[in-house]
């Protein structure tokens, strides 16, 4: 056997311990989750039923709909219209990545009217209805579905994407201060809460995708906010990094 072939035989017998560790430790039919190599794109581990099938992702469009607003990667700054934001007293004066830290709902609706559907494609992404509405553009909603297949796709694409780097730093700041701290490590955290996906109906479910060490998680957990799964996505990714 070549050298290559074994590492390459090491490297899968690797992935499949992540997998029956992840099972393990977070057996509950509440978890769903993809684990994705972020520079191949190839999936690592996955405990996802129908994970080619679009649903609503909520605020993990709000990346992508503000790099699909921006010609030249220069994003501005704009003040939170509370009367358009989950925060009732409002986030105040926000640039980029203090946007994508706080989730702003108000931020990303005023950069949606400049939002190019065509743009989504270099991100792998079907685009929202025609016509679609601010509040569909920031994942308001059940208009605008995606499988949550591409949408960890996109990320890892995100990840080294040139103009991304506010993006990027955003979502850093997310698990130090923003909507992602309760993941209680330092990655790049992206959280939302959407239309519930499952047949046994809950108001919504919460969704994380957290980038650190080479791997990009996406996790959604039936009923509960996006805030309250960046905790199940920290505890993922501190058993995924200690098994290594
Ligand atoms: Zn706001």
């Given amino acids: 056997m070549t050298l290559a072939l074994a590492l390459l035989q090491l490297g899968t017998l690797y992935d499949q311990s992540i997998a029956k560790l992840l099972d393990r430790q977070f057996p509950s039919a509440e978890i769903s989750y993809i684990l994705l ?48 934001c989950w925060l009732q007293k409002g986030h105040g004066a926000l640039n980029m990545t203090n946007a994508i830290a706080h989730s702003c709902n108000s931020y990303f609706q005023q950069l949606a009217p400049l939002a190019n559907p065509d743009f989504l494609s270099r991100f792998g992404l079907a685009p929202p209805p025609q016509n679609a509405s601010a509040e569909t553009w920031i994942g308001l909603g059940r208009e605008w579905k995606l499988s949550p297949l591409s949408i960890a796709r996109a990320y ?58 080479g791997y990009t998680l996406l996790v959604q957990v039936h009923g509960v906010p996006g805030a309250t799964t960046a905790a199940t996505a920290g505890r993922m990714l501190s058993a995924i990094l200690r098994g290594k």
């Fill in 37 to 84: 190599d972020t520079s191949t794109n190839a999936v690592i581990a996955q405990r996802w039923q129908h994970a080619d099938q679009p649903i609503p992702v909520g605020s993990l469009l709000k990346p992508f709909v503000a790099l699909a607003a921006s010609a030249n990667g220069k994003f501005p700054a704009l003040t939170c219209d509370p009367k358009q």
């Fill in 156 to 213: 890892s694409i995100l990840a080294s994407y040139p103009e991304a780097a506010p993006v990027l730093a955003g979502m850093l700041q997310s698990s130090q201060s923003g909507t992602g701290r309760a993941i209680a490590i330092k990655a790049r955290v992206k959280t939302g809460t959407a239309a519930c996906a499952h047949p046994a109906g809950q108001p919504g479910d919460g969704y994380v995708v957290a980038m650190v060490h």
